[in-house]
């Protein structure tokens, strides 16, 4: 069985909504952020970059970062059909994963909730702020376009709409700002689903 170690509403919230939307058993460890337990020896032995999400697979190995585990988890279990068809569509699938992690969370997020790892001045913090939403809403605005004609990011519903799901999150809920319009429908209809009620629940964002 895989163990899944999240932290309530972090980007690992993508992985966690995949996991039960493939539906086989799986364990949810809570690491406290906040509190540093990702720093702590006991997580570290499981992922020395100490984040999260980490998956524990049960022949005991450690895999990390989200668009690996992401493609690990839909092609390991293709019964749930969430790994896209086609090389176009997997390739659109990497695509928008890696603009959603590594561009729109990691460069502009990050920098709105985390301007000293940009910036050690404080009297910088506000500019390096202002310059992540900037990021961040140019980023929303770019998933919505890819969006164009479509209702899930790979042409039907796979591992491809949990990135954008987790910052789309975090800008309705966090942010309380207005998302894109086609972006805006699929996070509605993200939300919709059992599987992404029963994690939001499980996690205490409900």
Request: glycine fraction near 6%.
């Amino acid at each position: 069985m895989n163990t899944l170690y999240f932290a309530p509403g972090a980007c690992s919230l993508g992985i966690h909504v995949l996991l039960e939307e493939i539906g086989a058993p799986f364990e949810a460890k809570q690491v406290n952020l906040r509190e540093g337990a990702q720093f702590k020896p006991e997580f570290t032995a499981v992922n020395p970059k100490s984040k999260v999400p980490t998956l524990v697979r049960e022949d005991g190995s450690s895999l990390t970062e989200f668009p690996a585990i992401a493609f690990y988890l839909a092609a390991t279990n293709p019964q749930a059909k969430m790994l896209p068809e086609g090389a176009e569509a997997m390739a659109r699938a990497m695509e928008v994963t890696d603009y959603a992690v590594a561009t729109v969370h990691m460069q502009g997020f990050s920098r709105i909730f985390r301007p000293a790892n940009f910036a050690p001045n404080e009297a910088d913090h506000e500019a390096v702020k202002a310059r992540g939403a900037e990021i961040y809403a140019k980023g929303l605005k770019t998933l919505d376009a890819a969006l164009d004609g479509r209702d899930f990011f790979a042409g039907s519903y796979s591992f491809a709409d949990m990135a954008p799901f987790y910052v789309a999150f975090w800008g309705a809920e966090r942010l309380k700002m207005e998302i894109p319009g086609r972006l805006a429908a699929h996070y509605a209809a993200m939300r919709a689903r059992p599987a992404v009620q029963a994690v939001m629940a499980r996690e205490g964002l409900a």
